[in-house]
């Protein structure tokens, strides 16, 4: 076997490795669009929605418990600013040491 054939298979090679890919989601995809279409044709069209009917009532279902109270947030209101006392008792080392 000449050189040159050895190069042009390797390189043949190469380009082929690619093709398995494509060919797979090609075989794939359409087998899912030919699996869509037939679910399409064999299955029944949508019924359309129902109308209420007037001789039976609404179901309603009231509960004893309430719900918990609404929280109001307010961030209109500007943050609580610490004094400068509580910043040194905060930062002391502690007297143990």
């Known amino acids: 076997m000449s050189r040159r054939s050895t190069m042009?298979?390797?390189a043949?090679?190469?380009t082929d490795s690619a093709l398995p890919l494509r060919g797979y989601?090609?075989?794939v995809g359409g087998a899912?669009?030919?699996?869509?279409?037939?679910?399409?044709?064999v299955?029944?069209?949508q019924l359309p929605p129902r109308e209420p009917d007037p001789a039976r009532?609404?179901?309603r279902i009231h509960s004893?418990?309430?719900?918990?109270?609404?929280?109001?947030?307010?961030i209109n209101q500007?943050?609580?600013t610490s004094s400068d006392n509580e910043i040194v008792v905060a930062h002391s080392p502690a007297a143990s040491d």
């Open 57 to 59: 009532p609404t179901i």
């Open 12 to 14: 043949s090679l190469s």
């Open 8 to 10: 042009f298979m390797r």
């Open 25 to 27: 989601f090609l075989s």
């Open 78 to 80: 500007s943050l609580p």
């Open 32 to 41: 899912l669009v030919c699996l869509l279409l037939l679910a399409n044709w």
């Open 43 to 45: 299955l029944p069209a």
């Open 64 to 74: 004893d418990v309430k719900a918990p109270e609404r929280v109001v947030i307010d």
